[in-house]
């Protein structure tokens, strides 16, 4: 859910990021599996890269905060699995198949394995001008939306600048709930520090997010 554990940014006492020097691609080998069996599912149509974004969002806190980054994958894709049908919960845990699967939509070959490395365009034709040009003042609205949303909850209700218009795209907050692709156009907005976090900001702080027509509204100057 978007105002879930998920939306850490702009939170206070996680501490420092900490990056791992020569950090390998993989920690282990169940993890370079889960991202293979997790890039499969969405080859063959199982679901979209939103569905997917909106299965680890409803992790519920515990696990979300416990889980390493495959291990949220791992979560998401037995819950997504077990919801869409592909197998039952009593079969993950036995480790082997009960009963029939489910059709797939369509098969998945070795040859199709680049593809599933590179992700796909979701720029989608107009069908009605960009409300906005370079250099409007915009608010972004205070939603607070129970489902998938790209707007993250620290620039909520905020002031800021578009600073660049990046086309007409797939919005995410209508497909992640199968509600069909209804494309919206996609600015940059750009936001002084102090506005999302007060005075005792650094001065020179500013912070752009990649916000969609739905999420803005105009303001005066």
């Given at each position: 859910?978007?105002?879930?554990?998920?939306?850490?940014?702009?939170?206070?006492?996680?501490?420092?990021?900490?990056?791992?020097?020569?950090?390998?691609?993989?920690?282990?080998?169940?993890?370079?599996?889960?991202?293979?069996?997790?890039?499969?599912?969405?080859?063959?149509?199982?679901?979209?890269?939103?569905?997917?974004?909106?299965?680890?969002?409803?992790?519920?806190?515990?696990?979300?905060?416990?889980?390493?980054?495959?291990?949220?994958?791992?979560?998401?894709?037995?819950?997504?699995?077990?919801?869409?049908?592909?197998?039952?919960?009593?079969?993950?845990?036995?480790?082997?198949?009960?009963?029939?699967?489910?059709?797939?939509?369509?098969?998945?070959?070795?040859?199709?394995?680049?593809?599933t490395l590179t992700r796909g365009s979701f720029f989608r034709?107009?069908?009605?001008?960009?409300?906005?040009?370079?250099?409007?003042?915009?608010?972004?609205?205070?939603?607070?939306?129970?489902?998938?949303?790209?707007?993250?909850?620290?620039?909520?209700?905020?002031?800021?600048?578009?600073?660049?218009?990046?086309?007409?795209?797939?919005?995410?907050?209508?497909?992640?709930?199968?509600?069909?692709?209804?494309p919206q156009w996609l600015y940059t907005v750009l936001f002084?520090?102090?506005?999302?976090?007060?005075?005792?900001?650094?001065?020179?702080?500013?912070?752009?997010?990649?916000?969609?027509?739905?999420?803005?509204?105009?303001?005066?100057?």
């Open positions: 859910m978007t105002d879930g554990i998920h939306d850490m940014g702009g939170m206070h006492g996680f501490g420092r990021v900490e990056p791992e020097a020569d950090e390998p691609a993989f920690h282990a080998e169940w993890e370079a599996r889960c991202l293979a069996l997790n890039r499969a599912m969405g080859a063959i149509g199982a679901w979209t890269i939103d569905e997917g974004r909106a299965g680890i969002e409803m992790l519920p806190p515990g696990i979300y905060l416990g889980s390493s980054y495959y291990g949220k994958w791992a979560r998401r894709l037995e819950n997504m699995v077990v919801a869409r049908g592909f197998a039952g919960a009593d079969e993950l845990a036995a480790g082997r198949v009960a009963r029939a699967g489910k059709p797939m939509q369509r098969k998945f070959t070795v040859a199709e394995v680049p593809r034709k107009a069908t009605a001008p960009a409300r906005f040009t370079v250099g409007d003042r915009v608010r972004t609205r205070n939603i607070h939306p129970t489902t998938h949303t790209r707007l993250p909850r620290y620039a909520r209700g905020h002031v800021g600048v578009i600073e660049a218009i990046r086309g007409c795209h797939v919005f995410p907050d209508s497909v992640a709930i199968g509600a069909g692709e209804n002084d520090g102090r506005t999302l976090w007060g005075d005792g900001t650094d001065p020179t702080l500013k912070v752009s997010i990649e916000a969609f027509e739905p999420y803005l509204e105009p303001t005066q100057p």
